[in-house]
């Protein structure tokens, strides 16, 4: 959770103090390769397996989500995350997140620096900058299932949840600014197919006078969930562009609305020509048709 640490009263020490630094750019592709061996089955019998296993979860055992994963430095000491292909992966995950990602951007949705690297003969590892640091200083994130006090597998979330919680906790002279984003975003993950839209992957940035929206993270088109984790109306998890549009008063964007849906559908409409400029499969390309049919 960014900023918090934890250590027992009067202890000088942090509960977790490693000196494990992160390891640098130029370890990536051992760690991708690692990361494929420790999934084989029998792995734990090989004298190697404890030390692969300390590489790969040294440096990020804090990081949550099944995929595997690790921090790694870039040049300048900045901290960044590598997620690297599973390998019972049957698409190219990381290519598509950053086909996304690069969207995203275009649409005008806050995102961290990212980039993608082909590491081993198998998938691209999509790799993104830590936005809950500032270079050596950490910044206090926590998760909308965390401010929202709600559990895992509860039913009844929606996106209206969060535009509550920033009217109500967010920071002085940035609460309409912070709402015309989450809405941005709700367009988005509709016209993208980011189905897997659950509070854990939404999330607040503390300032001084309260609560800012994070930069979006683990948005990827899905091919296997035909609706949202949350819903838009507090009903509804079925995606729909005009149900959004009609909720747009809670984001303070009903004047606005048809602007920012034209904005993002500009952005999204190109997808399959990102998707070829990335080299991704055209079978692939083929199969998220249906993913992106909205925009």
Not at 5 to 33: C, G, I, M, W, Y
Not at 153 to 160: D, F, H, Q, V
Request: aromatic share 10%; net charge negative; proline share 5%.
């Amino acid at each position: 959770m960014g900023a918090l640490r934890f250590k027992e009263p009067d202890a000088q020490h942090f509960l977790e103090n490693s000196v494990n630094p992160a390891p640098p750019v130029t370890d990536l592709r051992e760690l991708a390769a690692i990361s494929l061996r420790i999934e084989e089955p029998g792995v734990e019998r090989l004298p190697e397996y404890e030390r692969w296993l300390a590489m790969l979860i040294a440096p990020g055992t804090s990081l949550g989500g099944v995929r595997p994963k690790v921090n790694f430095r870039m040049p300048g000491d900045e901290l960044w995350l590598a997620k690297f292909p599973a390998k019972d992966d049957r698409y190219d995950v990381g290519g598509w997140e950053f086909l996304v990602h690069q969207l995203a951007q275009r649409a005008g949705i806050w995102v961290p620096a990212a980039r993608l690297e082909h590491l081993t003969e198998s998938y691209a590892t999509f790799c993104v900058a830590r936005f809950d640091r500032r270079g050596q200083h950490r910044r206090m994130y926590a998760s909308a299932m965390t401010m929202l006090e709600r559990r895992d597998g509860e039913a009844g979330a929606s996106y209206l949840d969060l535009a509550i919680f920033l009217q109500d906790k967010g920071a002085q002279g940035h609460i309409d600014q912070d709402l015309e984003q989450l809405y941005r975003r709700v367009i988005f993950n509709v016209m993208v197919g980011n189905r897997d839209d659950h509070l854990r992957n939404h999330g607040f940035i503390r300032e001084p006078s309260g609560w800012r929206l994070s930069p979006a993270f683990d948005v990827n088109p899905n091919l296997a969930k035909a609706d949202h984790s949350l819903t838009f109306d507090g009903k509804s998890t079925v995606p729909s562009l005009k149900l959004v549009k009609e909720t747009a008063d809670f984001y303070r964007c009903q004047d606005r609305a048809n602007q920012i849906i034209d904005e993002v559908r500009t952005a999204v409409r190109a997808w399959s020509q990102e998707a070829e400029r990335l080299g991704l499969p055209s079978l692939e390309i083929k199969r998220m048709e249906s993913v992106f049919m909205q925009a």
